[in-house]
């Protein structure tokens, strides 16, 4: 790969990485496991996923692709390219999502750690679509500037795209922002985002808009806040996925307690 193309990439993993010290974790509500289970079942999974609830944990398994459309055909990297940086690195390909095997174990009594962890590359949630959610690390490519070359584009219209050959984990369909086909159809105006998803620290992920309708409020070097929602009347630490950078989540403010299983 062409040492410009590394330093795009090294700029945009330094942009979009959290920084320890710039977030300090917050006391979260405790919110009784009754309460918890209530509000996760309350969400749209789809019929792809199986969650098993515990006394103090729960465990949410994908085998399938999203259960939501997707085009025959998204822009692909050239062979060779790592960090596409204009239409001349893409060329249309079939969608390369495949079947996977997710299990994630997940904590019902989520807690904040003293600090946040960046998010790794890979899976760091999983939606109600039975998709994972990436980082935001490559959201310049793929969200800000997504291109489309004779009607064939790099992410659909949910803000997601398969990985290809070549990229591990290779055919991994996953969301890189607010998944519109998701959270357009869901949210109301005037209200705050329906929960669409969960962190791999337990914590809820919710589309972009907070209380009343309006842009979410101080959210931390996570995008994260804690306020009532619809879900948790109660008060909840939660995640939002933004229409703006970062976009998806750039830090986990609890502990990952689970873990995951592609195939």
């Known amino acids: 790969m062409h040492s410009k193309a590394h ?4 700029a945009m993993i330094a942009a979009a990485i959290w920084t320890p010290g710039t977030t300090r974790a917050e006391t979260s509500p405790a919110v009784p496991a009754v309460h918890t289970t209530a509000g996760l079942k309350a969400a749209p999974w789809g019929k792809n996923l199986t ?3 515990g006394k103090d944990a729960y465990t949410l398994a994908s085998d399938r692709v999203p259960n939501h459309a997707r085009p025959a055909q998204y822009l692909l990297p ?3 390219i ?5 239409a001349a690195g893409l060329i249309a390909g079939d969608d390369p999502s495949r079947l996977q095997n997710y299990s994630f174990a997940l904590p019902l009594h989520p807690k904040k750690n003293a600090t946040a962890t960046p998010t790794p590359l890979g899976p760091i949630g999983i939606l109600v679509s039975g998709a994972a959610l990436f ?9 800000q500037h997504n291109i489309t070359v004779d009607g064939v584009s790099l992410v659909d219209a949910c803000n997601g795209h398969a990985t290809p050959a ?3 984990p290779e055919g991994t369909y996953h969301h890189r922002g607010v998944p519109h086909c998701i959270a357009d159809v869901l949210d109301k105006p005037g209200q705050h985002s329906k929960l669409i998803g969960v962190a791999l620290d337990g914590f809820p992920i919710y589309g972009p808009l907070g209380k ?3 842009k979410p409020a101080q959210l931390d070097g996570c995008n994260g806040h804690s306020e009532p929602t619809g879900e948790f009347p109660q008060g909840m630490s939660h995640y939002h996925l933004t229409e703006g950078s970062p976009y998806s989540i750039r830090c986990l403010a609890g502990r990952c307690a689970g873990h995951h299983r592609p195939a």
């Open 135 to 143: 980082n935001p690390y490559d959201h310049t490519i793929a969200l």
């Open 212 to 214: 009343e309708g309006a």
């Open 78 to 80: 050239k062979p060779g």
């Open 166 to 168: 070549g990229f591990i």
């Open 7 to 10: 330093k795009l990439l090294a």
């Open 82 to 86: 790592l960090v596409p940086e204009s």
């Open 51 to 53: 969650i098993t609830f």
